[in-house]
């Protein structure tokens, strides 16, 4: 028997007030007028207690987009889930944050694009955002509720990753999220304006590792390694169908957020089909669960139950072949490709490529092993 899920990630809206170069959302948006409607949601996050899950993170996009993010917030609640907000935190003032707890809002979890108002202004591509951020954090501590800070970093603002530890004590978080860039929707197409020097990792990697033991008991710091600089990958949503489950905002139901960019799938329409029936046995969800669809060399290595073969997403968007080996192992015969990629990055400027209505990225920058 499949076990549950431990959580949904309910991707509410990809409207976002904000256009950081590193989204993890697909290159082609759902539009407004194909979102999911409110009772449908509600619908789908009581099929998430009854399946299992004890946590949904509402998510987008930005979430407060939604005008029913209260009766949303209610109906995950009334249906026994921990509710986490995951939010840009510029669309809401006090009013609406009472609102949202008094609705049953466990947790917050805010974004951060840097310490430094400028740089972080310019990373999210929305002025003065990082100051309504700051005040935004206020509001949570100040309402009681716990607050997670979340800092995507890369080559232009991991120099300042001390000062971001200290915003995340001074704003009073328990938790801080320190995430490099993961390559693949919008964020593969700057990558090798966001990729970090060995230098920044090592010196990076050193104060999370200094900060944790002097912050022990007032500041969880998680940390999660680029891909880019290792040896073995890391276990991508805890293996593809094993612990998670995503709903995008038009309901398509995925095993992670990204799942949209594999060709070759149909993945199932929460309109139409059950969470259960999605997770239990679906096409979808049962084509890379376990060991046995795994290629050479993960079959019989010693670590294919510890990472599961690494991320579909990641293989597919440089190799071509979502079944590959994920190329941040050193086994797999793709692994040259991350050096190529890494060259690349050396010569690199420091120019985005932001999202614009109607504009795609470029494609993929798969490179040829030499
Ligand atoms: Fe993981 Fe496959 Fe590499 Fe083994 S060969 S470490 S299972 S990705
Ligand atoms: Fe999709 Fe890793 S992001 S499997």
Redesign the pocket.
């Known amino acids: 028997m499949t076990a549950p899920p431990l959580a949904l990630l309910a991707e509410l809206t990809h409207r976002c007030p904000l256009r950081c170069p590193y989204c993890s959302n697909p290159t082609a948006l759902t539009r407004p007028g194909e979102e999911l409607d409110t009772a449908t949601w509600s619908r789908i996050f009581v099929e998430a207690a009854d399946l299992g899950c004890l946590q949904i993170h509402l998510s987008g996009g930005e979430p407060t987009a939604r005008r029913d993010i209260l009766d949303l917030v209610r109906a995950a609640s009334t249906a026994g889930l921990y509710t986490n907000l995951i939010t840009s935190g510029v669309l809401l003032n006090g009013t609406r944050l009472d609102a949202l707890a008094e609705a049953g809002l466990d947790h917050v979890q805010l974004s951060i694009q840097d310490a430094e108002p400028t740089s972080a202004d310019r990373i999210g591509g929305y002025r003065g955002g990082h100051a309504k951020k700051l005040a935004f954090a206020h509001l949570v501590t100040e309402a009681g509720l716990p607050l997670t800070l979340n800092a995507v970093v890369h080559r232009q603002n991991l120099d300042r990753l001390p000062a971001m530890i200290d915003l995340a004590l001074e704003l009073g978080a328990g938790r801080l999220e320190v995430a490099h860039v993961q390559y693949?929707g919008w964020a593969l197409a700057n990558r090798d304006a966001l990729m970090p020097t060995r230098a920044q990792l090592d010196a990076a990697t050193a104060t999370v590792e200094a900060a944790r033991t002097t912050h022990r008991g007032r500041l969880v710091i998680d940390y999660v390694v680029p891909d880019y600089y290792a040896t073995r990958p890391k276990s991508?949503?805890g293996g593809?169908g094993q612990r998670f489950l995503a709903v995008s905002p038009a309901g398509r139901i995925l095993p992670?957020h990204?799942?949209e960019s594999l060709p070759g799938f149909d993945f199932p329409d929460a309109r139409t089909t059950t969470l259960r029936a999605a997770w239990e046995e679906s096409e979808a969800f049962n084509r890379f669960r376990g060991t046995g669809w795994m290629p050479e060399p993960c079959q019989g290595c010693a670590r294919a139950e510890q990472d599961w073969g690494g991320?579909?997403?990641?293989a597919f968007a440089l190799t071509g072949d979502a079944a590959a080996t994920d190329p941040a192992c050193a086994l797999s015969p793709h692994h040259a490709l991350l050096a190529l990629a890494l060259e690349a990055s050396d010569r690199a400027g420091e120019g985005f490529t932001y999202r614009e209505p109607g504009r795609l990225p470029q494609p993929a920058p798969v490179l040829p092993l030499a």
């Open positions: 693949y991508c949503m593809w992670c990204a799942a991320c579909r997403c990641q």
